[in-house]
Nanobody
């Protein structure tokens, strides 16, 4: 089972990036998926998450209205579109998946790293002028 993130990079404030998370070794429509980030010296924090079929999404307050999570289960891929990026968005971004065959959604709203068993290696996002 493997999750591979891509799409990070250096962008100016106000710019956009789209992160991708491609899953292999699993059928992603059985999993809830989240995006998390970790800045130097800080704890990992939840950014956004999405239900198995995309039926529900959650965002942390600081990214609401700027970031959009989506998924294409046919491609085993989850995306995070990030617009109007700010310097405080600088971090390593990780995608994570949790087996969720019952399509439960209540646990997603916590955006807690502890709820996810499978993690990618991360992709660096730097927002700077």
């Amino acid at each position: 089972l493997q999750l591979v993130e891509s799409g990070g990079g250096l962008v100016q404030p106000g710019g956009s990036l789209r992160l991708s998370c491609v899953a292999s070794g699993l059928t992603i429509d059985l999993y809830g998926v989240g995006w998390f980030r970790q800045a130097p010296g800080k704890e990992r924090e939840g950014v956004s998450c999405i239900g198995n079929s995309g039926e529900i999404t959650y965002y942390r307050d600081s990214v609401e209205g700027r970031f959009t999570i989506s998924r294409d289960n046919a491609k085993n891929t989850v995306y995070l579109q990030m617009n109007n990026l700010k310097p405080e968005d600088t971090a390593v971004y990780y995608c994570a998946a949790e087996f969720n065959p019952g399509h439960r959604t209540v646990w997603l709203q916590d955006l807690s790293p502890r709820d996810y068993d499978y993690w990618g290696q991360g992709t660096q996002v730097i927002v700077s002028s």
